[in-house]
């Protein structure tokens, strides 16, 4: 049974920083694609970075070169850090993982199957 447990998530002042974490189990974080999206309240869930078991990257425009997406394969974990915030940033973030091999410039949100529970990340100006 896969599990991702997201933490890291808390509140900081506009500019400051925060690394998320999601620790996987019955799942290996290089398999495959795993990304990390989030969702204001009243708002889609929107794709943040997500990146490949060969180790691409992309990020959502609104977040690049502010937010950087990395795994520990020792550790089994998917990181997220988190710069220059800004009070838009506030969000719940959660990791996901898709269980089959997939491209970075193809992968959909519906093709992640595999889904953590959620960190708040709020950010005040």
């Known amino acids: 049974q896969v599990q991702l447990v997201e933490s890291g998530g808390g509140s900081v002042q506009t500019g400051g920083s925060l690394r998320l974490s999601c620790a996987a189990s019955?799942?290996?974080?290089?398999?495959?694609?795993m990304g990390w999206f989030r969702q204001a309240p009243g708002k889609e869930r929107e794709g943040v970075a997500i990146?490949?078991?060969?180790?691409?990257?992309s990020y959502a425009d609104s977040v690049k070169g502010r937010f950087t997406i990395s795994r520990d394969n020792t550790k089994n974990t998917l990181y997220l850090q988190m710069n220059s915030l800004k009070p838009e940033d506030s969000a719940m973030y959660y990791c996901?993982?898709?269980?089959?091999?997939?491209?970075?410039?193809?992968?959909?949100?519906?093709?992640?199957?595999?889904w953590g529970r959620g960190t708040q990340v709020t950010v005040s100006s």
């Open positions: 990146i490949a078991s060969l180790g691409v990257t």
């Open positions: 019955g799942y290996t974080v290089s398999s495959s694609c």
């Open positions: 996901a993982a898709v269980q089959w091999p997939c491209l970075v410039t193809a992968v959909k949100k519906a093709d992640f199957a595999h």
